[in-house]
């Protein structure tokens, strides 16, 4: 583990903000309201994180009485008298302010940053419904999906998409309150309760954003085996939240960490079979409620070349072209967009790149693009495949000008200037079209493919490098002024 980033926000209490405000009133006799705001503008000013703290005017509220509180207060008595498992009227009770706290912190606050959450957890809440859940019998199925919920609303990640400590605080506040132990307990005691499984791999994706210590707690708890047994047993069942899961376990997004172990977490899952569980989910096709996630998930496996060859052998490269076909017609953009993404990923093998190409992937992916013909984000992903389809393959950066991408280039370059990322990709794919085909550089250069490129160069940042190769694959004189 890394150094915690500089750029932290300094932390402040509930009683140090209150005795901000008191001062302000007291020694420089400002009104309350006036207090107040100057408070707030002040500690902000100042790179205090505010985020948690509760704010009302001296006189006119109390923090007591914020309705966050107030049910936090009435759940730690609750657990305060509670030794054993909760039951009966008890826990009915705890559901009613589970469900009051699932509501208030549900509802977005400015700046996209829920307040109401952010008190929540400032006050003890992961604590308190850690200890809360580990009470509750898992028979308890309205209990478990409530407290479950709470849990997945106090982790989230967009809570503290700017207030990364407050968030890595929360989330390990829940690994040393043996929050891992308590999902995956409620998780295998459910297996056949699809609302229990949402809401339960939904607080398995918010703990492990951005934590790697979460990660590595919930594999030991052997969170892919049983992710592996509730696909095998609830097949395109729509249960968004356990792709979000598989998503979240293989991302190295924890920047404490200099090197993540989410790389050897996708090998195993390749090896107990979730890559080719989740070729299977793809076969349903456009019907299926869990296609787009089942291709994020996919591609997140998909982080060698033997896993991308079995994905091949599974038949992925088939049921993955067939969807995108099938998108086109359908004009359903998200599905294009993530099945020519996982193309890309699943292309990176150069054995596949011949059976993507003789499978008629080349007309497939023009054909798409005249589909999309008015969307560059679906363009460039087209662009993005043949680039790699064409790396190191002069055979296939042929069959890619027969099929059209030549024209698809200049087409989308001159009609779309303003797509900075549609402009990259056009770039990269022209130099891998041209670098071991001269004839192809012929042909791109008589149709004036040239002073798109220096457009896209001059004009966006991020296709300088990408236009200066390009330009230089295509041999022209000055590719780097």
Avoid: W
Avoid at 155 to 181: D, M, R, V, W
Avoid at 189 to 216: M, P, R
Avoid at 341 to 348: D, T
Avoid at 417 to 434: G, K, T, W
């Amino acid at each position: 583990m890394g150094p915690p980033p500089k750029t932290a926000a300094r932390a402040i209490s509930q009683e140090a903000f209150d005795e901000v405000v008191k001062e302000n009133i007291d020694d420089l006799g400002m009104d309350p309201t006036e207090a107040l705001q100057d408070a707030i503008q002040t500690l902000t000013l100042q790179g205090v994180d505010l985020s948690g703290i509760v704010t009302c005017v001296p006189g006119e509220g109390n923090v007591k009485d914020n309705p966050v509180i107030q049910s936090l207060d009435k759940l730690k008595q609750i657990d305060g008298e509670s030794e054993v498992l909760i039951r009966g009227e008890v826990l009915d009770e705890v559901v009613k302010l589970f469900n009051k706290l699932n509501e208030l912190c549900a509802a977005q606050g400015s700046g996209n940053v829920n307040a109401n959450a952010a008190i929540a957890t400032k006050n003890g809440a992961v604590e308190l419904v850690c200890s809360l859940c580990s009470k509750i019998v898992s028979g308890s199925e309205v209990a478990l999906v409530s407290s479950l919920n709470a849990m997945g609303l106090l982790l989230h990640g967009e809570i503290f998409a700017s207030k990364l400590f407050a968030y890595l605080h929360s989330t390990g506040t829940f690994q040393t309150c043996n929050g891992p132990q308590i999902v995956i307990r409620f998780l295998n005691d459910n297996k056949q309760n699809l609302d229990i499984l949402n809401s339960g791999f939904g607080v398995v994706a918010s703990a492990a954003t951005g934590n790697e210590i979460v990660k590595e707690s919930f594999m030991e708890l052997k969170v892919d085996e049983l992710i592996m047994e509730i696909l095998s047993i609830h097949k395109n069942m729509g249960i968004q939240s356990l792709y979000d899961a598989i998503r979240v376990l293989l991302t190295p997004d924890d920047n404490r960490v200099v090197a993540s172990q989410v790389y050897g977490y996708a090998r195993k899952f390749a090896k107990i079979g979730i890559a080719e569980a989740l070729v299977d989910s793809l076969r349903a096709g456009l019907s299926s409620p869990d296609l787009v996630s089942a291709c994020i998930s996919l591609k997140a496996i998909s982080v060698n070349d033997e896993i991308c060859k079995s994905i091949a052998e599974k038949g992925g490269i088939d049921v993955i072209l067939r969807c995108i076909d099938d998108s086109g017609e359908q004009g359903n953009k998200a599905v294009a967009k993530v099945c020519c993404s996982l193309l890309s990923k699943v292309a990176g093998s150069d054995a596949n790149k011949s059976t993507i190409v003789e499978m008629g992937g080349m007309d497939k992916l023009i054909k798409l693009s005249a589909r999309f013909a008015d969307d560059p984000s679906v363009i460039q992903e087209v662009m993005a495949i043949i680039a790699v389809l064409s790396l190191r393959s002069p055979e296939n950066a042929a069959r890619a000008i027969e099929a059209g991408a030549g024209d698809l280039a200049i087409r989308a370059m001159q009609k779309f200037p303003a797509a900075h990322q549609m402009q990259r990709n056009s770039c990269l794919m022209i130099r891998n079209l041209v670098a071991r085909n001269p004839e192809n550089r012929t042909i791109l250069l008589n149709n004036g493919v040239e002073k798109y490129i220096r457009k896209a160069k001059q004009t966006h940042g991020n296709c300088k490098e990408a236009a200066t190769d390009a330009l230089r694959d295509l041999g022209v004189d000055g590719y780097n002024l």
